[in-house]
């Protein structure tokens, strides 16, 4: 049975081009980037050359700082947790303005911030499945210390309108934090365009490795570290770089930027494709308008399937997908999205997401289309609610 991947907004297959750059680091040039041997310094060159790549991938200045980390989950919690430790444990500030769609490292942080006496104000999207400037707007108050709306949803692929967002968040005075982990090799990420305070982003998600991340830092604004130790990163986040992954990231947001055109044109061709197939099956639902979406998801509702079903009987099938955020793809909660934009109760449980990459082939997706129909009318037949 051929296996087909269409989950690659949970993660993404390593560029082939990323792992040949990553292996001299694991057995050959192994040492320790802040030892001062020649084991040690011989690495430094290649880290020069990633972190100049990642610079220069979301256009970040000079004088901006980008700090490596492991993820994004832990890049989001630096921003949130920061600025609750500077700017209102002991400040005037105590409101946090956020999404109720935000993936889980930011809403559950936020969540958390509250057992500290923020006030946490949790933006619904409309029906386009996205917030609006002016309802950022709205919800500032003289109190609000940062505003934290992510660049695209990771279930949908809706994109949120973050520069007219950032704009009123410097007209206010109010720090705007991004989680752009879906947003990196999509769309176009330029922190010059869009006036970003803080931005976090995931290598795994543009065909890098693992474990690694980076938070961009506007010049003229800190955070404390989230986690204490040694001097890495000027002090700023304690720990042993993962220089492979460093120089692994590093290309692998290069390769990103420069495939933009073709995820444009192909990945969305191909996407158009699956979901124009799909449509037809009676009684489903594509959640959000193409044209606001990244070129590669497709997030639908099935009436009458339950998505954990639906994505059983897919996986049984050779075809991995996913029911939306893959850091909740075991829970059995409603989907937030449907929910959020008013669809009833018997389709909150219905949601499906179909994730591309430039690596999806036609074959593959016209196989897939070919599944998901069979899965349905499989599923559809023993509904009781169909």
């Not at 992954?245 to 055109?261: I, K, Q, T, Y």
């Not at 979901?275 to 009436?303: C, Q």
């Not at 997908?321 to 929910?339: K, N």
């Amino acid at each position: 049975m051929k296996r087909i991947y269409l989950d690659n907004n949970a993660t993404t297959i390593v560029d082939p081009l990323v792992r040949q750059a990553m292996d001299p680091f694991f057995c050959e040039r192994y040492g320790n980037p802040n030892s001062l041997h020649q084991f040690g310094t011989e690495v430094h060159p290649d880290l020069r050359v990633a972190m100049n790549r990642l610079y220069a991938g979301i256009n970040a200045g000079d004088a901006d700082d980008i700090l490596l980390n492991g993820c994004a989950t832990e890049g989001n919690n630096t921003v949130l947790k920061g600025v609750w430790f500077d700017h209102i444990r002991n400040g005037a500030k105590d409101h946090i303005i956020t999404t109720s769609v935000e993936h889980p490292c930011v809403g559950n942080t936020a969540r958390f911030l509250q057992t500290l006496g923020v006030k946490v104000t949790f933006l619904p999207v409309n029906r386009d499945a996205r917030v609006e400037a002016d309802a950022v707007r709205d919800a500032i108050t003289s109190r609000t210390a940062l505003v934290s709306v992510m660049w695209a949803n990771n279930e949908t692929g809706i994109v949120f309108p973050v520069k007219e967002i950032a704009e009123v968040c410097r007209q206010k005075g109010v720090l705007f934090h991004t989680d752009a982990v879906q947003a990196i090799g999509k769309v176009k990420v330029d922190v010059q365009e869009v006036p970003v305070d803080f931005l976090t982003f995931s290598a795994h998600k543009f065909h890098g490795p693992k474990g690694a991340g980076g938070l961009f830092i506007r010049k003229g604004l800190r955070l404390p570290p989230l986690l204490h130790g040694g001097e890495q990163m000027a002090g700023k986040r304690a720990g042993t770089l993962n220089v492979a992954s460093v120089v692994g990231m590093g290309l692998a947001m290069e390769l990103a930027v420069r495939n933009l055109p073709f995820e444009d044109a192909e990945v969305r061709r191909l996407r158009d494709r699956l979901e124009d197939a799909l449509a037809k099956i009676p009684d489903t639902m594509v959640i959000g308008r193409r044209e606001l979406r990244v070129p590669n998801t497709t997030f639908l509702s099935v009436r009458g399937v339950e998505g954990e079903a639906l994505l059983w009987d897919l996986n049984k099938n050779g075809i991995a997908a996913s029911t939306g955020s893959a850091c909740a793809s075991e829970s059995l909660e409603a989907s937030p999205i449907i929910s959020a934009i008013g669809a009833g109760p018997e389709l909150s449980h219905t949601g499906i997401r179909l994730s591309l990459s430039r690596f999806t082939t036609q074959d593959e997706v016209d196989t897939a289309v070919d599944v998901f129909a069979q899965a349905v009318g499989r599923l559809r037949a023993i509904s009781s609610t169909y």
